[in-house]
T-cell receptor
């Protein structure tokens, strides 16, 4: 039973356009949500996080939106660049689960020049 | 910069062999983790450790064991490798925080193939 789901295994976007990656979760006790980016043959690297008490967090070209009532979060990348092509994982954690991260299955983003 | 180093990037082993995957971090982090990454399944937690000689089972511990004799080193052991353990193995570390996001720093991964 996957508590964190990324329903789109892949996404293709033109350079300069917006990329929107989506993530759904089932556990209402999660209190932090994170996005990681992974290039081939490298480990995942932390991108951005958001607390459950907020609905938006922005860092440069990356913005994460959280809709608690829908148990949904999304990562927006504007403008998308070819170097953003990678696999993106969303993850969630809750104090009631020892702050362990639960990861989604990942979405492969391809940004075409 | 926190560095998490995994000693072997690529390994090929035979069914039944014992496999050691080593991980070292250089930032004095208390927490260390072993995940495996499989297509469509994301990252699944095998074991974690929050202190020397302490270990806790994650979501998929069967067929694995771990060792943490020193704070900076966390080893994953496959006692008798099987073909369904062919995967990418990722080590990570983090420091203990009372509140806030648990940001993990990952190593580059070890791709294990079991024939």
């Amino acid at each position: 039973d996957q508590q964190v789901k990324q329903n789109s295994p892949s996404l293709s976007v033109q350079e300069g356009r917006i990329s929107i990656l989506n993530c759904d979760y089932t556990n209402s006790m999660f209190d932090y949500f994170l996005w990681y980016k992974k290039y081939p043959a490298e480990g995942p690297t932390f991108l951005i996080s958001i607390s459950s008490i907020k609905d938006k967090n922005e860092d440069g070209r990356f913005t994460v939106f959280l809709n608690k009532s829908a148990k949904h979060l999304s990562l927006h990348i504007v403008p998308s660049q070819p170097g953003d092509s990678a696999v993106y994982f969303c993850a969630a954690s809750g104090l009631n689960a020892g702050n362990m991260l639960t990861f989604g299955g990942g979405t492969r983003l391809m940004v075409k020049p | 910069d926190v560095k998490v180093t995994q000693s072997s990037r690529y390994l090929v082993k035979r069914t039944g062999e014992k496999v050691f995957l080593e991980c070292v971090q250089d930032m004095d982090h208390e927490n260390m983790f072993w995940y495996r990454q499989d297509p469509g399944l994301g990252l699944r937690l095998i074991y974690f450790s929050y202190d020397v000689k302490m270990k806790e089972k994650g979501d998929i511990p069967e067929g694995y064991s771990v060792s943490r004799e020193k704070k900076e080193r966390f080893s994953l052991i496959l006692e008798s490798a099987s073909t369904n353990q062919t995967s990418m193995y990722l080590c990570a570390s983090s420091f203990i925080r009372g509140t806030g996001a648990n940001v993990l720093t990952f190593g580059a991964g070890s791709r294990l193939t079991v024939l």
